[in-house]
């Protein structure tokens, strides 16, 4: 018989009843470190005051009374947003997969409206950007569409890094390029700031338009409010999520006038997204992130992290090969699988997060104090320690 709940997922055993800051409390009073942060989701960590506060002032007022209306909430978080960056709109969704669909809408809108259609969309290889149809379309790969078809048609998929592939992909009949600053599912892989630099300037010389998908390494998550800042290039079009609602549903997708110049009354909607609930707590996410102050300090603690898996890489050369990413978005690529790392992580009362490439995820909440960074670099030390010994005993 199909359990209750469609099994999509294989569940570790493991069933937290609550949290605080970067720690949680399984059913059965066990306390773990978790430095996944719900799949860089917690920014802030769990049940953050700022965030209970929010929550509970807007939930006393009200909840949801849908886009027929003016919400006020949605309006100060899209002014703050477009205060904050490239962009001159912002549409709210209630995740990364519903920013993907429109952004494929509005590229595609966009040259339509301008006279001269276009469909193609060009995305990398080991992206991922969401379970629609459309969003598994667009990443590719048989893992992603095998036994979903037909699919939605028109994107072409070049290998990561592959320049080449890149610029012959690229022409005068692409609508859009949509990429990853870092890959997050893929392996955190980091784009070179002088990729996005050549993918900005391939995009002009031929009129496409250049997407970011910042739903992962947004928010504050690489020590910059977004990714892209680092390369000092701009988007015609970001997707947001994840963090941007520290634990609440929320997605967005900014846009510049330009790019969302197609997109007029009707062409869009969402029964929920930007409802006011979701947006007050939106806007307290953003007003503490974009602080200076506090990005600083993602900074400084990733640092810290990075210097310590650092040295776990020296001290178990069996088990891990490499750090990556940027900020406290960071992937330690592994000798061995993945789970297993996981699995010995798990046994230490350490929450990690696996990805594509033999790679581990460390997402913790972006203010995780120096004390559970010190913490979960000892216990992920025990793990690799177990781990090097059972492959020892075994080999």
Request: net charge negative.
């Amino acid at each position: 018989m199909i359990p209750s709940v469609l099994p999509t997922y294989s569940r570790l055993p493991l069933s937290f009843v609550s949290g605080e800051g970067s720690w949680l409390v399984e059913a059965d009073g066990r306390r773990f470190l978790d430095m996944g942060a719900g799949i860089a989701v917690n920014a802030l960590g769990h049940a953050a005051p700022e965030l209970v506060e929010a929550l509970t002032e807007q939930a006393s007022k009200l909840w949801h009374v849908s886009n027929l209306y003016t919400i006020p909430q949605q309006q100060a978080l899209a002014d703050k947003l477009v205060e904050l960056t490239f962009a001159d709109t912002v549409f709210f969704t209630n995740s990364g997969t519903e920013a993907a669909e429109l952004a494929i809408k509005m590229a595609r809108k966009y040259h339509y409206e301008k006279g001269a259609p276009r469909a193609q969309i060009v995305a990398m290889e080991g992206a991922f950007h969401g379970r629609s149809t459309g969003a598994i379309a667009m990443a590719g790969g048989d893992k992603m569409v095998k036994g979903f078809g037909p699919l939605m048609p028109g994107f072409t998929h070049v290998p990561f890094g592959d320049h080449e592939a890149l610029k012959a992909a690229v022409t005068e009949e692409t609508a859009a390029v949509i990429v990853e600053p870092i890959q997050g599912e893929g392996g955190i892989r980091v784009l070179p700031d002088v990729c996005l630099k050549g993918l900005r300037a391939l995009c002009d010389k031929v009129g496409a338009l250049l997407i970011f998908d910042e739903v992962q390494c947004g928010m504050g998550r690489t020590g910059r409010l977004f990714a892209h800042e680092y390369a000092g290039v701009t988007p015609d079009i970001m997707m947001s999520a994840k963090g941007i609602g520290g634990g609440f549903p929320l997605g967005a997708v900014l846009a510049t006038e330009d790019a969302a110049s197609g997109m007029k009354a009707g062409t869009h909607g969402s029964t929920y997204g930007g409802n006011p609930l979701g947006c007050a707590i939106g806007l307290k996410v953003t007003d503490v992130i974009s602080d200076p102050a506090f990005l600083a300090e993602v900074n400084r603690k990733a640092g810290l992290l990075r210097q310590g898996l650092e040295g776990l890489v020296a001290s178990h050369p069996g088990i891990f090969e490499e750090v990556r990413g940027t900020g406290l978005m960071i992937g330690l690529k592994c000798k061995v699988a993945p789970a297993e790392v996981v699995a010995a992580a798990q046994a230490e009362e350490l929450l990690t997060v696996p990805a594509a490439d033999n790679v581990v995820r460390l997402l913790p909440a972006l203010n995780i104090p120096d004390g559970d960074i010190a913490e979960a670099l000892a216990r992920l030390d025990r793990a690799a320690g177990a781990l090097a010994k059972e492959k020892a005993a075994s080999a």
